[in-house]
């Protein structure tokens, strides 16, 4: 059943996906709305991830941990296909992403941000998040090069749309502030809002807790939380900050030299010795 | 609050136009009325221009001088949409240039010679000779702009230096083809090396300053649009466009095709204002020539390509007295500006006669702000300087 809608529904989900400020009804079936299966990559002899799987769900939060070079954004970069598996699947609502560019990855669902933040750093805030709506306006070259109605009508839409995005987090005041002179904190708050004109189904967030104090850690989390709930799209993070990691992950997967160490709830993680291990080493020589 | 008051007034909003509020609710021009002050600001300008020249003010040097100012301006104007706004560095804009100039110069010779109409025609302008004309730029734009799809899915492929080699090795080969393509083909096309004459005058200061009108309208149009941002973003950050969902093969081909399209217009009116074309004109050095012009004036900035196409024009034939030194001068202001402002003369300050009308309403001037000091937005280009 689930299959045989999506299948239907498939064109226009690529095409043109769900715009964030609606609340959208999405058809909770059982097929994860990302699915990776054995992924692995080799750099030449170095084999820095294998046999990865994951299967998320639709509103789902989960965490990847582990320590620095463990591979969590080359993850990222396989996920996305900004890297080609040298083994494994992923799939995306059950479509599989093989020999699709990083583009039309994004369009069938993946959106994601960066460690180091990447912005349009030139241009405005509101560019920046209207870059992101880019596949969702339709307006023709010619009409938007000759300013015919439709092209006025769009853009006054997206206008509305991109600051209601902005409201998400606080940002209508920076609408016309050139984005690389936004406060870092406010960066990072971009770079999310910017993955999510997109319309994402899954968005993987690289660090986003990076270089911020607690109060601003806490609050990322409450918008974390804020963004699955009213968007219902499944998150996928990547952090250092345990207490963000903890606080609002449903699942966390441990990684260490490119492989699943251990893989459950918060509580389970804390206790589990092999991640000890990972983190801070084994207690007897040997 | 004063937010949504404004929406709800204003329902059509700018891409980017103005800043838009600043605290309390700021006065703006409607769309509409933003255009049409352009419009009759550039009519303005366009009919005094004509008046001086048919008055005799300027002479006929002079106008001529013009007229090259004026192409030299859509092909900085045009190459700086590749190198300004889409970040790349192609050295092979003369090579679009002259396929515009040929394929727009023997369109119109062929065409007048089967329709019967004469040199004398062009000059007077009658309709079909007018209709002829603009068909010959648009035959020329999309000679053009098939030179630029041939080069540009290749080329885009790569990056920096790479890109500048294959686009300066592809202008050769147009200028190559250009010279020995009568021969080896047994063609009457191009002339070769004694060029191609009889190319009826057909230039004039209207036709030349109208093309820069719309080539810097369509340019500016396309850039405040989804396209135009596409193509920034690109600029910016490559890998976060891509992972934003822009298609970058398609946007930075897009940029490059219109890019070609405007550079063959300007070839045509080249081929007008000049009435001989041969291939040896459109060697690197021409190429170069355009490049130092988007360079100096500013990537990024249309102004700024503009300002700098004028004065570089100009300055040369000021110069003529000097002429064994104009090259080393052009060199010594290059490295200068280099030095002093990388950026170029404007950066990417872009000129907005609306914003400034806009500033006047709002009684928001330069000098004010400063004495403000809390409001630090920043945005305006001017605190970059």
Redesign the interface.
Known sequence: MPSEKSAKKRRPVLVQVETPNLIPERDLGTIPVLQAEHLGIDFGGLTAVDDFNIAMGRTEISGLIGPNGAGKTTIFNLL?N?YRPTRGTVLIDGYDTAGK???EV??MGI??T?QNI???????V??NV??????T?K?H?IS????LPG??KQ??EF??RA?ELLDIFDM?KF????AG?LPYGAQRRLEIL??L??GPKVLLLDEPAAGMNPAETEELMENIQKIRDELQIAILLIEHDMSLVMGVCEVVGVLDYGKIIAKGTPEQIQNDPRVIEAYLGKQEVK | ME?EVM?EKR??????GG???EGAARKTLP?PVR?AINAVVVLVLLVLGELMIDGGVVNRYQSTVLEQVGIYIILAVSLNIATGYLGQLPLGHAGFMSMGAYGCSIFIIRMSEALGVGARDFVTGTPLALALVLGGLVVGGICASIAGIIIGIPALRLKGDYLAIITLAFAEIIRVVMLNIDDVVGFDLTGGAAGLTGIPGYSSFLLVFGCVAVVCF?TH??MK??????I??I???E??????????TYYKT?AFVVSAFFAGVAGGLYAGCVGVLQPAVFGFMKSIEILVMVVLGGM?SMLGSALSATVLTILPEALRAFSEYRMIAYAIVLILVMIFRPQGLLG?YDFSLSRIIERVMNRDFPWARRAEKGDE???EVGADA
Not at chain 1, 118 to 124: C, E, I, N
Not at chain 1, 175 to 178: F, R
Not at chain 2, 225 to 230: N, T, Y
Request: aromatic share 6%.
């Open positions: 996305t900004v560019s990083v583009a994004n369009r959106a994601r960066f990447r912005l349009f750093s030139k241009m405005t509101e560019e209207l870059v992101g709506f880019g596949n306006m307006t070259l938007d090069m000759l300013r092209h006025w853009e006054a206008h509305d600051l209508r609408a016309d502030t050139q002179n910017r993955a004109a997109t | 937010e929406t329902p059509i909003i700018s891409a980017g800043p838009r509020l769309m255009y369509l149009t396309m649009s989804r396209h135009g941002r596409a920034l973003a600029r910016d950050n890998i976060a466009a891509e992972a934003t969902g822009v298609n970058t897009l990024g990417s937005a920043a945005k």
